[in-house]
């Protein structure tokens, strides 16, 4: 069965700091996902990973994909407030699978 | 970009009442759907997957005759909460598969039982 981890699942940090959210999945996998929630709202994509050594960057996130180590990280760099949401990674299963099973979340605080 | 659209975004029933929640495609079509529950600060989990033109595929655990998934169209997928209590109250997302890889989430439906 496929497990999703998170770590750390809270996080407060000062505006400016970088940190790197861990992802660990427990199977092979063909795609791994990192969404945005904030509260009361739905996922917001930040990225899809699809192979290994995938490394993807939007302003101040980057995202990367090691699928030998089963793991992705999510690195904040200079973070600023608006950055303060629950960052959820979620796994698909390989072989044509299509279930996404999420990770617990990572809540995400910046304080200026 | 491609929108789902989840209606209602929220509703307040009694118990013993029946709640349809309806999440459609509104710029692609969607041969499967996935429909999720998300507890207060807990993850989302896979309720079912719903695909078109046949009977959805429920996970371990979930109540199909509790909750009645409908994939008529190739837009809509309606999820019927049927006879709710208020363990059911939750924040329900509704998510459309649009090829291979695109995922994309519908805006969420946050069910009250009173």
């Known amino acids: 069965e496929l497990k999703v981890e998170q770590n750390p699942l809270f996080l407060s940090m000062q505006e400016g700091k970088n940190y790197t959210i861990y992802c660990n999945y427990s199977t092979t996998s063909d795609r791994l996902y990192w969404y945005r929630q904030d509260p009361g709202k739905s996922l917001e994509s930040l990225f899809v990973?699809?192979?290994?050594?995938a490394v993807k960057q939007e302003g101040r996130l980057m995202a990367s994909l090691d699928t030998k180590a089963r793991l992705s990280t999510l690195h904040i760099t200079a973070a600023v407030h608006d950055l303060s949401a629950t960052y959820f990674c979620a796994v698909v299963g390989s072989q044509g699978a299509q279930k996404l099973v999420f990770g617990q979340g990572t809540r995400l605080t910046i304080n200026p | 970009g491609a929108v789902v659209s989840q209606h209602p975004s929220w509703v307040i029933c009694k118990s013993g009442t029946s709640v349809k929640i309806e999440c459609r495609s509104l710029d692609f079509q969607a041969t499967t759907m996935f429909w999720y529950r998300q507890f207060p600060k807990q993850s989302l989990m896979l309720m079912a997957t719903?695909?078109?033109?046949?009977?959805?595929?429920?996970e371990q655990g979930v109540e199909k005759d509790k909750f009645l998934i409908n994939h008529a169209s190739l837009t809509l997928s309606t999820l019927t909460v049927t006879s709710a209590h208020p363990e059911d109250s939750s924040f329900y997302i509704c998510?459309?598969?649009?090829?291979?890889?695109?995922?994309?989430f519908g805006a969420g439906s946050r069910l009250t039982v009173l």
């Open positions: 998510s459309a598969k649009r090829g291979t890889n695109v995922l994309t």
């Open positions: 990973l699809l192979s290994n050594g």
């Open positions: 719903s695909n078109e033109g046949s009977k959805a595929t429920y």
